[in-house]
């Protein structure tokens, strides 16, 4: 199954992780609209995932038909969970979407697909679209599991789940370790990917929007996101300086 031509509209999901302080933050935002121009706005979606504590002023810094999102969110309503932060108080500060089963936080924090389903559901009873982030790791990949992993992985991630939702392709493989994913490789996780949507959601799976999420740059962004299944891409450190992002989104036009 290939994504419908004239399809989703493609998204920017600029994930900032740990990084910027509030002020920081709205000094980002600030720069951003002064280079926001009306022909920009058509090229792609953006949406900034900040730190929570720094997407109130952010909002207000941004300009307009730019979103903001969460890195994560409890998969508990609310309650004695401390330090976790609920779907409900992402939605109050006007969030768009939130980040669930990225690979940091299923490496480094033990999130299993059962819990990653759980965040999904919760963001989604309050109206927020989850990214749900999916891939593998190295020796996956070099026995030729890559495909067979990750589907296991984004259908227990999206158990309970209805289509509101992306979902981003992480080649974790390629994150430290010398090797480079390609354009190909992302098309090929990409289309694994919404036929197993489609096994899910039926024809929806066709204006779901699937996204690579893997070292993407001013220089290779049109390559991967020009590919038929590929409708955007999750973006690390190339999120971090205006300047790159302004160049994402010229190489996309």
Do not use: F
Not at 105 to 132: C, N, S, W
């Amino acid at each position: 199954m290939t994504a419908a031509p004239g399809g989703p509209r493609t998204l920017l999901a600029l994930n900032w992780k740990m990084n910027k302080t509030p002020t920081e933050a709205r000094a980002w935002g600030r720069e951003l609209a002064g280079e926001y121009r009306p022909g920009i706005r058509g090229k792609a979606e953006v949406a900034v995932m900040a730190p929570a504590i720094s997407l109130y002023g952010l909002k207000e810094a941004l300009p307009g038909g730019v979103d903001i999102g969460g890195q994560d969110v409890s998969a508990h309503e609310s309650g004695a969970y401390t330090g976790e932060i609920s779907a409900a108080m992402l939605r109050d500060a006007e969030c768009t979407y939130v980040i669930v089963g990225h690979s940091e936080r299923r490496e480094y924090h033990g999130e299993t697909d059962a819990v990653v389903a759980a965040k999904a559901r919760q963001a989604q009873a309050h109206g927020l679209t989850p990214i749900v982030c999916v891939g593998e790791g190295l020796e996956v990949r070099e026995r030729g599991e890559h495909v067979a992993h990750t589907l296991a992985q984004l259908r227990g991630s999206l158990e309970g789940v209805d289509e509101r939702v992306v979902v981003a392709y992480e080649p974790v493989w390629a994150i430290g370790t010398g090797k480079t994913a390609t354009a190909d490789d992302a098309e090929e996780m990409a289309a694994a990917i919404r036929g197993a949507l489609a096994e899910q959601y039926g024809a929806l799976a066709l204006g779901l929007r699937v996204l690579y999420g893997g070292s993407v740059k001013p220089d290779n962004v049109a390559s991967i996101c020009g590919q038929p299944n590929v409708n955007g891409a999750l973006v690390g450190g190339a999120s971090l300086k205006v300047e790159d992002v302004l160049g994402l989104l010229a190489a996309l036009e």
